[in-house]
Nanobody, 122 residues
């Protein structure tokens, strides 16, 4: 089992930045890929970014390319999502997830955090 805890969410004005963290504990010796997803009110959960174990591969949904950066520090068992140039449409609950492959498909992830709220005001 792997436990994931997100932090770093909050309220920010449009154009601002936030850095989300996802701390993993438990069976962290496995080489898990990490993903970030988000869910806005009344909408389905959507993929944001993914990174493989070695950080040699990253992938982003088109709407965040050039603004968000996913990274990880395996020594700290932590993944990050640096979010710059935030827009009101980025408002959502952000979830991190761990899985065996870096994928855009939420079904490929086995473990999920509880989520952290990001609110971007206009």
């Amino acid at each position: 089992q792997v436990q994931l805890v997100e932090s770093g969410g909050g309220l920010v004005q449009a154009g601002g930045s936030l850095r989300l963290s996802c701390a993993a504990s438990g069976r962290t010796s496995s080489n898990y890929a990490m993903g970030w997803f988000r869910q806005a009110p009344g909408k389905e959960r959507e993929f944001v970014a993914a990174i493989n174990w070695s950080a040699s591969y990253t992938y982003y949904t088109n709407s965040v390319k050039g603004r968000f950066t996913i990274s990880r520090d395996n020594a700290k068992n932590t993944a990050y999502l640096q979010m710059n140039s935030l827009k009101p449409e980025d408002t959502a609950v952000y979830y991190c997830a761990a899985g065996t492959v870096a994928s855009t498909n939420s079904e490929m992830y086995h473990y999920w955090g509880q989520g952290t709220q990001v609110t971007v005001s206009s």
